[in-house]
């Protein structure tokens, strides 16, 4: 395996286009100065063919060279998915189909000016990798790709699937449609039984079956969920494969959106599968799309973690300048990240950082000058002049790989105060309820729980449903469908010890998405001491629900469910007097049933009421925070390694913060001992901190 930086820091440098080969040398001179140590460039499949089995090599050589000369290393972006003209043609029965029949087509690319792009395509864009003779071209590719670069001094690895996404709404051609029935022979094994899961009785022969055109809920499409899922990752691994076949001392790497909350199942962001493939595994995340929120930014490094599972993961593309004319921004403040100021470079890169991420890259050294995407993201100017915001770069480049910051960056985050349950299957009988726009209540519940915990100044994490056992207190927002095998899990953890705080509606739906007649549903009734009295789906007017909880108000939101007492005893009431809340003592554990989603309210309104809410319920699981800060402006994380512990505190608002703080959660009496990174106006001392506006205190603890 190559060795990686000791923090990989640099940008995403050459997309054919842009920028211009007369600057090259210069621009990678620069970069090398500036303390940058890695490039990624997009190896475009219809820029390099240009005709089949010929291949122009020439502008990628120069950036491996040039590389090799100035001492930065480079992850090659393969992209099948920008399809050659001449393959489109040649594979024309094999064009991704939409589920009304419309093909997709061969476009621009967004990002790079060059041809051979189709929106949310996966796979080799237009074309279906489920068709033998696409993926064995593509393959000739990547095989070529891989036998080129191999031994190149300045090849660090791969990144084998840009943005790992896809849309369920394509691959209803032939070859897809091929794929999901064989998926479907090898879960149903005969027509009979798919006939019973399915409630479709009439199938005489396989090919009978189509893929279903209209997302509904139904067992059908749950399972085309899965099978999409399945099939796309699946090639996700056979490019590592093929590359591997060539070349298996090369890094492997992808990078997804960190948009598992609230595109796993819509779009395929299953940032757990992707993470489990890979070395190193990395997540775009843009404030300008995505919003300038602390807790969004901490969002996506806190998801990525996560996700890889304690692999190393980096920011594989964070905003380095502004963001022009592209909706995502319009009618929002400047300052809501439209225009990119060094200070806000500082913050998204150290936040990253307090994150866990391990390496940032910039999603371009300087801005593309064709294209919608022109003049964006850059921190260089467009000319690949230097400006405040690329100095700014610089300076976070060369802190973060001097040597004596080797104990700050081989420290990594603790555990979360408290984790925040994700399961893929609620999410997609969601998606599937509400695929025509009935509410946004999955992420709207899912991203209230996070803001509610973040703003009390908690570390929640994002937990898998097979990462529970590492946790002692789960928080689950939006519990709607569970399977049976799901609701037994949680049964069990919470009977061993665990501490469950669960919102309305616990596995309301259970197996292949049928209400059970008993809820709460599959045995979680007994769990949570409690049986449903009524229940009322009313997402559109949820902000009405108001709660008393051990006598404090509380919004609901999303749906309400009350219950009649089974064991657990009563902790609260709806406006109207029906039970809303129950705890109750299951085995050598504890739950609470809200039933309401508190979570949606927080999000939408951001109450005082509602953010005492989380804190009380991380209050009543008995433990203590791993950080204590007095002032909520300031974030705090701290992360532990073999030679002691590390404090970041992060101020994103335009004041100096000062603050006293403690450490909790169990990790001994610490002192400061120094600091990594203290600016001007920084102080330490004792347990008093101040932190300079739009800057960050790294404190080394011991």
Not at 39 to 64: L, N, S, T
Not at 659 to 684: E, K, S, V, Y
Request: hydrophobic letters at 40%; proline letters at 5%.
């Amino acid at each position: 395996m190559k060795t990686m930086p000791q923090v990989p820091f640099g940008a995403v440098y050459f997309r054919k286009s842009n920028p211009p080969r007369e600057d090259w040398e210069r621009d990678y001179a620069v970069a090398a100065e500036d303390g940058l140590n890695i490039f990624r460039h997009w190896f475009m499949w219809g820029a390099i063919e240009r005709r089949p089995g010929v291949y122009d090599w020439d502008e990628y050589d120069r950036q491996m060279e040039l590389a090799a000369r100035n001492g930065l290393k480079t992850i090659i972006a393969e992209l099948i998915h920008a399809v050659p003209d001449w393959a489109v043609r040649q594979f024309a029965h094999a064009r991704q189909l939409r589920a009304d029949g419309r093909p997709l087509t061969s476009n621009m690319g967004v990002s790079a000016a060059v041809g051979g792009f189709a929106a949310n395509g996966g796979g080799a864009g237009a074309l279906s990798l489920n068709c033998p003779e696409v993926k064995e071209a593509a393959g000739r590719f990547l095989t070529a790709l891989a036998t080129r670069y191999k031994a190149h001094a300045a090849l660090l690895g791969y990144d084998v699937w840009n943005e790992c996404n896809y849309s369920a709404e394509v691959d209803y051609g032939p070859y897809g449609k091929d794929a999901f029935r064989a998926w479907l022979k090898l879960r149903y094994g005969d027509l009979d039984t798919l006939a019973n899961a399915w409630h479709r009785y009439s199938y005489a022969d396989w090919e009978d079956i189509e893929p279903p055109a209209v997302m509904a809920a139904y067992p059908e499409c749950l399972d085309w969920l899965e099978f999409k899922r399945d099939n796309y990752y699946a090639q996700m691994q056979w490019r590592i494969d093929t590359i591997r076949a060539v070349d298996s001392d090369c890094l492997i790497a992808a990078h997804g959106v960190a948009g598992a909350i609230p595109n796993m199942a819509a779009n395929g962001c299953d940032d757990w599968l992707a993470a489990s493939k890979v070395e190193v595994y990395g997540f775009t995340w843009i404030a300008a799309r995505k919003g300038n929120q602390p807790w969004r930014n901490f969002h996506g490094g806190d998801l990525t973690r996560a996700a890889a599972r304690g692999k190393p993961f980096w920011h594989a593309e964070r905003q380095g300048g502004p963001l022009w004319l592209q909706p995502q921004v319009l009618g929002r403040d400047k300052e809501d990240g439209r225009v990119a100021e060094p200070e806000d470079i500082r913050v998204w890169t150290m936040t990253s950082f307090a994150a866990g991420a391990r390496g940032v890259l910039n999603l371009r050294w300087r801005p593309l000058l064709d294209g919608p995407l022109f003049g964006a993201f850059g921190s260089y100017g467009m000319d690949g002049s230097r400006t405040p915001r690329s100095e700014m770069a610089a300076a976070i480049a060369r802190w973060a790989n001097a040597p004596e910051q080797q104990e700050v960056f081989a420290a990594r985050p603790v555990t979360g105060d408290i984790g925040i349950l994700v399961v893929p299957e609620t999410q997609s009988w969601d998606y599937l309820l509400n695929h025509n726009g009935v509410s946004e209540t999955y992420s709207q519940a899912m991203w209230g729980a996070y803001r509610g915990f973040f703003d009390n100044g908690l570390q929640p994490d994002w937990v898998h449903i097979d990462d529970i056992d590492r946790y002692d207190a789960l928080y689950f927002p939006y519990p709607i469908m569970l399977t049976g095998e799901h609701a037994r899990r949680l049964a069990a953890w919470v009977e061993k010890g665990g501490h469950l705080i669960c919102e309305g509606c616990p596995g309301y739906f259970g197996d292949r998405g049928k209400v059970g007649t008993v809820q709460p549903n599959n045995g979680l009734d007994a769990v949570f001491g409690a049986r449903e009295e009524e229940v009322e789906f009313m997402p559109d007017i949820g902000d009405r629900i108001r709660l008393s909880l051990d006598g404090q108000p509380v919004a609901g939101g999303g749906y309400l469910q009350s219950y009649r007492l089974a064991g657990g005893r009563e902790r609260g009431r709806y406006a109207d007097g029906r039970l809303a809340a129950v705890e109750n003592a299951f085995g050598a554990g504890r739950t609470m049933l809200v039933g309401t989603h508190p979570s949606v309210a927080y999000f939408r309104t951001d109450g005082a009421a509602n953010r005492r809410y989380f804190a009380d319920v991380f209050a009543s699981t008995g433990k203590a925070p791993h950080v204590v800060v007095s002032n909520p402006a300031l974030q705090a994380r701290l992360h532990e390694g073999a030679a002691g512990s590390v404090l970041w505190l992060i101020n994103p608002t335009r004041q100096s913060q000062s603050a006293t703080f403690g450490i909790g959660g169990g990790h001994g009496p610490l002192a400061i001992r120094d600091a990594a990174w203290a600016n001007t106006g920084a102080a330490f001392a004792e347990d008093r901190i101040t932190v300079p506006a739009r800057d960050v205190l790294v404190l080394r603890m011991g």
